[in-house]
């Protein structure tokens, strides 16, 4: 996580603009000049601690020689084009995952709907009165 600081920051930028639409700003461009001037400093200047934050987290998780491997692979050329690509690489899969989601849903709605009716509930979760 250490890499890329600005590479990283860029790419929450977007999200961000999205975000500030969300909480009422909603011309883009003026959503884009308050992440610029605002959202991204402010995470520029807290980065470290965020670094701080996943150094722990992986300390507990791994032990030494692990954390080195990882930071050899990081350093590597593979590491650092895996890196550049997360943001692409989290974008599909959440688009992906979306659309397994509501390819299944109709399968699980009309299993929930019988495991309700299996269990003599209401679709409000009551019991029915007998």
Do not use: C
Not at 21 to 29: E, S
Not at 62 to 88: C, E, H, M, N
Not at 110 to 129: E, F, N, S, Y
Request: hydrophobic share 45%; net charge neutral.
């Amino acid at each position: 996580m250490q890499g890329d600081r600005t590479a990283l920051l860029n790419a929450v930028a977007a999200p961000m603009v999205g975000m500030m639409q969300q909480i009422g700003i909603k011309q883009q461009d003026q959503a884009q000049v308050l992440v610029q001037e605002v959202v991204l400093p402010t995470l520029t200047a807290h980065y470290d601690e965020l670094l701080d934050i996943q150094a722990r987290s992986f300390a507990v998780a791994l032990g030494k020689d692990d954390l080195q491997a990882i930071a050899t692979f990081y350093a590597s050329p593979a590491g650092k084009r895996l890196v550049a690509a997360q943001p692409q690489l989290a974008q599909a899969q959440m688009a992906g995952t979306q659309q397994w989601m509501q390819s299944v849903m109709p399968e699980i709605q009309g299993k929930l709907t019988k495991a309700i009716q299996a269990h003599g509930w209401t679709a409000g979760g009551q019991a029915k009165p007998r």
